[in-house]
Structures are given as structure tokens and as C-alpha cells.
């Protein structure tokens, strides 16, 4: 059950490391430092990809291990309609951007620069949007609000 407790803090500092480097790589490309925008962006990639990863894992363990449910939020008041907005627009746009994400880093990685740019611009904030929400849910979920 100590093996659960770690996830939650490595799927934020996750998110939190991936919101990093989108920002540095849209930094980068802005001033044309077309090398360090690939490197932060494949960082990007590469961390939330390990995200990924941890988060189905912890969720298999939970259910299928330790037969726990979904943790539950105990905020209430205005908390709640707040906590379930950003979860659910969390939810829904990190399993609508991720193949996109992939798609755009394609276009990239196969020099495909002009369809990477036009993608890229819808992908980005998205995508940055997600990792932020990713870190707001954590916050609330085990820092705010924690379960008794």
C-alpha cells in the first residue's frame, strides 16, 4: 500500500517537468534556436511518456492489486464544481491530444516543418493546458483537499 502513496507526487512533478520544458521549447523556437526547441520538445515528449506510463500503473495497481477505487475528492462548497470542471476538461483533452502530440512530433522528426507548424499551433496549447490542470488536479486532489 506505501508503493500507491509515491505515485500521485511522481505523476505531478511528471506533469509539472513536461509543462517546463513546452514552455522553454516554445521559448526556443520563438528566438529561432531550432536545436534546443527539438531537445526540449523530445524532453517533453519523453516525460510525458513516463507519465503515461506511471499513471496506468498506479491505476492497475489500485484496482487490481489493492481492489481501491478512484481516489475521492473531499473538497466541498465552490470547491467541487471547480475541482470536477478541471478534471473532466483535464480528462477528456489529455486522451484527445495525446495520438496529436504524436502526430506533430512525426511531422517534425520527418522534417515535414510547414505541416508541424500548422498542427503544432493547436497541439501546443492543448497540450500545455493539460499539464497544467494535470498539476491543479494533484494539488487539490492530495494537497488542498486530501482524503481523511
Known amino acids: 500500500m506505501e508503493l500507491l502513496k509515491i505515485f500521485p507526487h511522481l505523476n505531478a512533478a511528471l506533469n509539472a517537468t513536461s509543462c517546463c520544458f513546452l514552455v522553454l521549447g516554445f521559448y526556443f523556437i520563438l528566438r529561432k534556436r531550432v536545436k534546443l526547441h527539438r531537445a526540449t520538445m523530445l524532453a517533453a515528449s519523453t516525460v510525458s511518456a513516463a507519465f503515461l506510463v506511471s ?3 498506479h491505476h ?3 484496482t487490481s492489486m489493492y481492489g481501491l477505487g478512484p ?3 473531499s473538497g ?3 470547491a467541487r464544481p471547480i475541482y470536477f470542471t478541471i478534471l473532466t476538461s ?3 483533452l489529455a486522451a484527445l491530444v495525446a495520438p496529436f502530440v504524436l502526430l ?3 511531422k517534425a522528426l520527418k522534417g515535414r516543418f ?3 507548424k500548422r498542427i503544432a499551433r493547436l497541439v501546443y496549447p492543448i497540450w500545455l493546458y493539460v499539464s497544467i490542470t494535470g498539476v491543479a488536479v494533484y494539488l487539490m486532489l492530495y494537497q488542498l483537499f486530501p482524503a481523511n
Do not use: K, M, P, Q
Open 55 to 57: 499513471y496506468v500503473i
Open 60 to 62: 492497475v495497481l489500485r
Open 71 to 73: 481516489t475521492r475528492f
Open 76 to 78: 466541498e462548497g465552490l
Open 90 to 92: 483535464h480528462t477528456i
Open 104 to 106: 506533430t512530433l512525426f
Open 114 to 116: 510547414d505541416a508541424h
